[in-house]
């Protein structure tokens, strides 16, 4: 493969993910300094608190429903294609998770082609599982995420065990990265080029 084209698919998918508001998204610094962000605060820091996250459903306060272009406080708003419009907050969260994927974890692991294949492929799924929802939700059109699902479909299809297990060069340091679980394959494409 010419050049891996999963940080555009990722890029997409964060743009889609800020939809997805239904669950309490937590925010932590472990004690490497590393933001995180997940749906559950880690198991040392179970006071954590989610961050707020203000719902663009069309249902908040105000009354009013999601009337195209309605200016009434609390009431859906709408791109020009129809799409709804996130809130600052949620655009914020959407910022960091962006960053957040686009980092690699320093600590180096071993070589696993079963759980770099394993991690490729379940994130190429969530981020096809995301895109729909946001499509059903209202956050994407149905064209944009016709345009790039194929895409991600691709870029999944091109990894498996045994091209792991015969890789050399960049693209071996890509299937090393993506060893660890910490690692997303936005950040091992930019990372390691191939």
């Known amino acids: ?36 962000y997940g749906s559950q605060p880690p198991p040392a820091k179970q006071d954590t608190e989610p961050l707020k996250l203000q719902s663009n459903n069309g249902t908040g306060s105000g ?4 009337s195209k272009g ?19 907050d949620v655009e914020e969260f959407g910022d960091g998770l962006k960053k957040a994927l686009g980092t690699v974890d320093s600590k180096q692991v071993p070589l696993n082609c079963a759980t770099a294949v394993d991690n ?11 895109g729909q929802k946001n ?16 895409q991600i479909r691709e870029n999944k299809g091109k990894y498996s065990v045994s ?5 050399s060069g960049n693209k071996k340091s890509f299937y090393q990265c993506m060893s660890s679980s910490k690692n997303h394959v936005t950040g091992c494409g930019k990372q390691h080029k191939h």
């Not at 309605?70 to 600052?88: I, L, R, W």
């Not at 490729?120 to 995301?130: F, K, R, T």
């Open 70 to 88: 309605a200016s009434a406080k609390g009431a859906q708003q709408y791109n020009p294609d129809g799409t709804k419009k996130v809130s600052k």
């Open 120 to 130: 490729i492929h379940y994130q190429a799924d969530l981020m096809l599982e995301v």
């Open 1 to 36: 493969m010419k050049k891996l084209a999963w940080m555009a698919c990722a890029a997409l998918v964060v743009a889609w993910g800020v939809g997805v508001q239904a669950q309490s998204v937590y925010k932590w610094v472990d004690a490497d300094g590393k933001t995180h």
């Open 135 to 150: 499509v059903r939700d209202g956050y994407m059109t149905q064209a944009a995420f016709d345009s790039a699902a194929p």
């Open 163 to 167: 091209d792991c297990q015969g890789s």
């Open 63 to 66: 009354g009013a429903s999601g």
